[in-house]
């Protein structure tokens, strides 16, 4: 797969981690799409991980940094259980 390719699934996936947090997407559509973009773009949980952390620490995102950290808080265990399961496995 080519890089440009696993670009796009990350913005992809960044997209709708901050939609997530505004409220314009379900906890279940966002988990989906990071378990699509593992599973069919070879991105590593650990780079979701990243993605997750920059944005809960964004200032730029207009929604305060508890809302972030709560909303963020299921992702990072639903990461966290994916890397346990890729050490496993």
């Not at 699509?36 to 993605?51: C, F, L, M, N």
């Not at 997750?52 to 809302?67: F, G, H, V, W």
């Not at 966290?80 to 496995?89: M, P, T, V, Y």
């Amino acid at each position: 797969m080519s890089g440009f390719t696993k670009d796009l699934a990350l913005n992809w996936v960044e997209g709708f981690v901050v939609s997530y947090f505004f409220g314009g997407t379900s906890l279940e559509e966002v988990l989906g799409v990071i378990k699509r973009a593992i599973e069919s773009y070879g991105i590593k949980p650990r780079e979701i991980g990243a993605i997750i952390s920059i944005k809960t620490l964004d200032p730029a995102l207009n929604i305060s940094r508890k809302t972030r950290e709560e909303r963020a808080r299921p992702l990072i265990e639903f990461i966290e259980n994916l890397e346990k399961g890729e050490k496993r496995g």
